[in-house]
């Protein structure tokens, strides 16, 4: 067949495609740039009209959050400093179990160990919050009890630790990625300057993707940040700003999820606070992801000086 | 055991009939090859031919890429390199290897230099000795100023005399170097052979190299290798004034590239 004819057998399905393709990814753009405004305008708006009746400091600095309370106080500490605790006691166990199970996976397994690592990887990210949850409180926290007899029943450490799990495959994902990307001659130039393969591991290859495991690490806290489940079935929904592990505690999400159930009618005080809360959410789950994505762009740079 | 012989008889590294095999893909069949102590050996031939591969069984390696099997023997001073008691680290500090590409690390001028001797625990000042190696292959003068510039900033031509640096930083006995000036303009070429052509008084070298002028002016010896077959190995003039074989002709004559 000549060039020609595959050309024109080719050619009119393709232009028909390529004529759909545009208007269809255009489509899909606009539907979601739409809906995040959408979202956005809606929190913004409620979250204005809520500022306009308690004032955004006494918001910031009180720190009693008891809406439905007679005398209502709606202090954003407690829950702030709830999702912070949980997010960073879940990077506390996930963050050197992930890094240090990427750097065995890209550095030291055999190709059959690192496939069985990557399965189980995957199916860790594939187990529902909720199954999650439920392990926390059924099986983490009786643990917790047995070593620490004072233990809550809600308590923010078992959260920790399931919220920890969740996160894992993040860390250990990101971190492979950005530990591969940095080129294996390196790897060799060490070894071939004498050096033991664990040196060159700690002075070479994790120093020079250490942008990429910074994104790894905050990208997942980002998705600890914005963990909802695991933290109303293990730590509770008590407000109160305690920093002791083995106590209950409400996170921002926890309270959403609380309050979104309904008993607030709208246009209340108490309604607005959902979407305040829910802005103070997003700005802090954005914030995270903003700095990951930052130090990730960072990455091609190969390291630091 | 072995009767004994004068060092210098000894040569510092041999191969004895070597195959190494990537996958199916058969990169050196059968090589036998010795290089004399302080003597610059040059391994010329076509893409492909195995340069490489020699060198690297030379200072064990191959052995890190995934699928390698290598048959026969390499010995440094009569020592088999694939014996039990032999540690790879300790072979690839004595014999040091200059890469085909310049492979620096993303650190500064100095930390590339002290990367080695840190890592087989030098006790002695590295300030010095980083001034010392880099006097040696003429680059003291252009960095002084600055060691903890990120080496990256330098020339092509200045990397790869950093990356000769850093291997000289190990001490070793001997240098394998594949293809130093391949990247190179003529200028920084000709630094770089009057750099090498300087340290044959203090080591052994084993250099693979694409320029037939550059092996018939460095070395003393040279061997060449094409389809992973030692076809001719001799004295450098007598390789290029009288080859033996008809392939080794047709390489020097240019009628294969
Ligand atoms: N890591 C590897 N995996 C698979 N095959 C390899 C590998 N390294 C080398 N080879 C093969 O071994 C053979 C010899 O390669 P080698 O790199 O030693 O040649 P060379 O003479 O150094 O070539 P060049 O002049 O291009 O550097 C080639 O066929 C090459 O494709
Ligand atoms: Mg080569």
């Known amino acids: 067949m000549t060039a020609a004819g595959i050309s024109v057998t080719r050619r009119a399905p393709r232009r028909l495609a390529d004529r759909l393709a545009r208007p269809a990814f255009l489509a899909c753009t606009v539907l979601a740039a739409a809906t995040l405004v959408a979202v956005a305008g809606v929190l913004g708006v409620e979250t204005v009209r809520f500022f306009g009746t308690v004032s955004p400091v006494r918001f910031f600095t009180e720190v009693d959050w008891t809406p439905f309370a007679e005398e209502p106080r709606f202090g954003v500490l407690p829950l702030l400093a709830a999702t912070a605790q949980i997010t960073a006691g879940a990077a506390f166990f996930a963050v050197p179990a992930g890094l240090m199970t990427a750097v065995y996976m890209e550095h030291y397994a055999g190709v059959r160990t690192e496939r069985v690592l990557a399965g189980v990887t995957g199916l860790l990210a594939a187990v529902p919050t909720v199954v999650l949850g439920y392990f926390a409180l059924t099986f983490v926290t009786p643990l917790l009890r047995a070593l620490w007899p004072g233990t809550e029943a809600f308590n923010a450490l078992s959260a920790c630790l399931a919220v920890g799990l969740m996160i894992l495959p993040t860390v250990i994902v990101f971190t492979r990625n950005a530990l591969r990307s940095v080129p294996a001659a390196l790897m060799e130039t060490g070894l071939a300057l004498g050096a033991g393969r664990g040196r060159v591991v700690a002075r070479v290859m994790v120093p020079a993707a250490a942008p990429g495991i910074g994104a790894a690490v905050f990208l997942a806290m980002a998705r600890a940040a914005g963990e909802t489940m695991i933290v109303t079935l293990a730590a509770g929904n008590q407000a109160q700003l305690t920093w002791s592990p083995l106590e209950g505690l409400r996170t921002l999400t926890a309270y959403i999820a609380q309050s979104s159930l309904g008993d607030a009618p709208s246009g209340t005080v108490q309604y607005g606070a959902f979407f305040a809360v829910s802005a103070v959410l997003f700005a802090v789950t954005w914030g995270l992801h903003a700095t990951g994505r930052f130090l990730m762009s960072r990455r091609s740079r190969g390291g630091l000086g | ?257």
Request: charged share 25%.
């Open chain 2, 1 to 257: 055991m072995s009767v004994p012989t004068t060092r210098a008889a000894v040569p510092v590294l041999a191969a004895e009939d070597l195959t190494v095999r990537f996958g199916r893909r058969t990169a050196l069949a059968n090589v036998t090859l010795s290089v004399p102590r302080g003597r610059v050996v040059s391994l010329i031939g076509p893409s492909g031919g195995g340069k490489t591969t020699l060198l690297r069984a030379f200072n064990r390696m191959n052995e890190l890429v995934p699928g390698v099997a290598t048959t026969g023997t390499v010995r440094f001073d009569g020592v088999d390199l694939h014996g039990d008691e032999v540690d790879p680290v300790e072979v690839r500090r004595r014999i040091g290897m200059v890469f085909q590409q310049a492979t620096l690390f993303p650190r500064s001028i100095f930390e590339n230099v002290a990367f080695g001797p840190r890592a087989s625990g030098y006790t002695g000042d590295l300030q010095e000795l980083a001034e010392e190696l880099l006097a040696a292959v003429g680059l003291w003068s252009e960095v002084a100023e600055d060691l903890d510039r990120p080496a990256m900033q330098l020339s092509a031509g200045q990397q790869q005399r950093l990356c000769i640096a850093r291997t000289l930083a190990l001490r070793p006995e001997v240098l394998l170097l594949d293809e130093p000036t391949s990247a190179l303009d003529p200028a920084a070429t000709a630094r770089i052979e009057s750099l090498i052509h300087s340290l044959r008084q203090d080591y052994t070298i084993v250099l693979a190299t694409h320029g037939r002028r550059q092996a018939a002016r460095l070395s003393d010896l040279t061997a060449y290798l094409a389809g992973g077959e030692l076809i001719e190995y001799g004295p450098t003039e007598t390789l290029f004034t009288t080859p033996r074989d008809r392939r080794t002709e047709s390489y020097l004559t240019g009628r294969i590239a």
